[in-house]
């Protein structure tokens, strides 16, 4: 059974920083496509980077490219999201998604294309 859990997320005032993690299990996360994703209220899903585990090619939405860093640790099975220099608009429940997808299509493929979902981490950055 596939699991994904996040942690990591708090409340942290504008210009700060979080490390989300991402611990997957019933899954090798190696060889994969990892994503976050995050949703405000009243906002529709965004996807804010992805990662191929399988070589770590990373891809991000220009929102956060320049202040958030995916990464791994395939050895811990581990997704990470480092993020940076927090604005009051990053406010959101993220959530971590794994899909077996090829390295060509993991910065592209929709959020309905990832199968495997954690239960999200709440990020509040205040002003």
């Known amino acids: 059974q596939v699991q994904l859990v996040e942690s990591g997320g708090g409340s942290v005032q504008a210009g700060g920083s979080l490390r989300l993690s991402c611990a997957a299990s019933g899954f090798t996360a190696s060889s994969r496509c990892m994503g976050w994703f995050r949703q405000a209220p009243g906002k529709e899903r965004e996807g804010v980077a992805r990662?191929?585990?399988?070589?770590?090619?990373?891809y991000y939405a220009d929102s956060v490219k320049g202040r958030f860093t995916i990464s791994q640790d395939n050895a811990k099975n581990t997704v990470y999201l480092q993020m940076n220099s927090l604005k009051p608009e990053d406010t959101a429940m993220y959530y971590c998604?794994?899909?077996?997808?090829?390295?060509?299509?993991?910065?592209?493929?929709?959020?309905?294309?990832?199968?495997?979902w954690g239960q999200g981490t709440q990020v509040t950055v205040s002003s």
């Open positions: 990662i191929y585990t399988g070589g770590g090619s990373t």
């Open positions: 998604a794994a899909a077996r997808q090829p390295p060509w299509a993991c910065g592209v493929v929709a959020g309905t294309g990832f199968p495997y």
